[in-house]
């Protein structure tokens, strides 16, 4: 039996009235959907006009997303701030703070050569618990931010690990226990940069500088109320992730960045909750090839030449952006291209999503527009090699651990996604579903082997961008990609260029399986715990989260 609930009725015309109203400027102005600020129409991404705010820049003077060179040790603290993102406005955030030097950092980018060493103290001033996680870095349990270890208002967390991985733009966010999607989208996060022998190689082959010609953007889907981010998911946002109808880069609304006739460098990350992008560079109508030269885990082997690439919350996208035969006066747009969302979930008894956003998930928007201001005298080409990235070998073919992911019971109170972990036995495979409880353990795997994990995300599903804590991953096949993702698979394993590297997440279209190598391989004494979860970050709260242990 199937019975239209008033929710799913609303939520079906509700987008239909979205669509006809040609823009969401009539339906902000209306005001009858929600409370907002009188100056939303001006926020909307979907129009070019408003691409009129210059792009915060990292600076090494401090400020929001400065740079950040980490003295022998430092305090960070987590608090409420404000700032004005939105003219007229002050908006409170939450914030990573950081002063050194005579200097106040704003959620610092904190720039460390490999080898150096974190000694930080978090002091957690907000007004509920807390712990930062180190995404994509290889620490011990104890460093890596587990909600175990979570703080409480005035408390503080001392950090100490060196560092372990190659160069990478890595980055950190609050990990808190079933309350990490709601601290991030106030505001907490930012980026983690490592740097080595290969990353100064490139950046003087190509004469880039961090911060001017090889910029940090991080993109962040958000939603306002009155000039203040509003977290205020429902129990439909709760279920497919929450979100945001303004975007922000570097904390900067509708961006433009002043560029000259030469190579740029964007490392990308998508630090929303829960939003796709389908990046694309383009002049007027002209789709304009750009090359990706990095991911999650640092430098490919070799550069790759792209038209799109999707990029799912937690990953990153090193690209460099080719402007060298730019002319004064051209204006290009960095842009989320329409894709389908392929949320399905009321295919298997979920109910249609009823979002509060009006920037539905697979919507065109531009996220960061460039303005060719002169040329310049610029000789440097794109090195043909990057890095060595030596595969993964020794993992028995047929031993490896699947993992796949359950919609949540249409009849459960407590709605929440699971991960299914399935053993092969010699008895036949085996199979568990599990949602994050803080003190079970169902993955276990030995120190110093390398595994194979197939990951399926079945039919009739949505998207899961997968995560792994302690170790950087090899993906080594793909199948069942859908065409739109499909278009940029570049082997005869289906992989994309930006699974060439190592990566920490690994997104998961419906209908989608992924087998990827990871070397259980670390120097850390005694039992490690870490976590695999979606980072859609609604699902993690909700328990798409499994502990695994490294003994
Ligand atoms: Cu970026 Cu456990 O997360
Ligand atoms: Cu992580
Ligand atoms: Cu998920």
Known sequence: ?????????????????????????????????????????????????????????????????????????????????????????VTPLWNFEVESAGKRFMNPIIRIPRNGRIRAKL?????????????????????????????????????????????????????????????????????????????????NALDLTLGQTDIPLILQDRRFNEGAFSYDPNEEDLLSGFLGDVILVNGTVNPFLDVQSRIYRFRILNGSNSRNYRLALTNGSNPVPFTIIGNDGGLLDRPYPASQVFLAPAERVDVLIDLRSARDGDVY????????????????????????????DGFQFFVLKLNVKGTTAYDKSIPQRLSEIIPISGMSDSAGKVFSFEAPDLHD??????????DPTPEGTFCVEHSFEMDSFPVVVQKGTPQLWQMVNENFSMPHPMHLHGFQFQVLQ?????????????????????????????????????????????????????????????HQDKGMMINYKVV
């Open 1 to 89: 039996m199937k019975v239209i609930s008033r929710r799913q009725f609303m939520g079906t015309a509700g987008v239909a009235g979205w669509a006809a109203s040609r823009g969401v400027s009539r339906l902000f102005a209306a005001g009858s959907l929600r409370q907002s600020g009188p100056t939303y129409p001006q926020l909307e991404p979907t129009r070019a006009i408003n691409f009129t705010r210059p792009l915060r820049l990292p600076s090494t003077d401090g400020g929001m997303f400065g740079i950040f060179q980490p003295p022998d040790s430092f305090e960070i603290t987590a608090r409420m701030s404000m700032a004005e993102l939105v003219p007229g406005a």
């Open 123 to 203: 002091k957690n001033e907000l007004l509920e618990h807390s712990i930062i996680h180190w995404h994509g870095l290889n620490v011990d349990w104890r460093n890596d931010g587990h909600p175990m270890y979570e703080i409480g208002p005035g408390g503080t967390y001392d950090y100490d690990f060196p560092i372990l991985n190659r160069a990478g733009t890595y980055w950190y966010h609050p990990h808190a226990h079933g309350n990490s999607g709601m601290q991030v989208n106030l505001g907490l996060a930012s980026f983690f940069i490592v740097e080595d022998d290969e990353e100064i190689q490139l950046r």
């Open 333 to 360: 747009f960095l842009e989320s291209r329409d894709f389908d969302p392929m949320h399905r979930e009321h295919d298997h008894g979920v109910p249609t999503r009823t979002r509060v956003s009006f920037l539905p």
């Open 413 to 422: 109170d407590y709605r929440t996604w699971k991960i299914r972990v399935c």
């Open 478 to 538: 793909r199948s069942g990609t859908p065409a739109q993702a499909a278009v940029s698979v570049i082997d005869g394993q289906g992989r994309l260029a930006t699974d060439k590297g190592w990566k920490d997440t690994v997104n998961l279209w419906p209908g989608e399986s992924v087998r990827v190598g990871v070397d259980f391989s670390h120097p850390f004494t005694g039992e490690q715990n870490y976590l695999y979860h979606c980072h859609i970050l609604e």
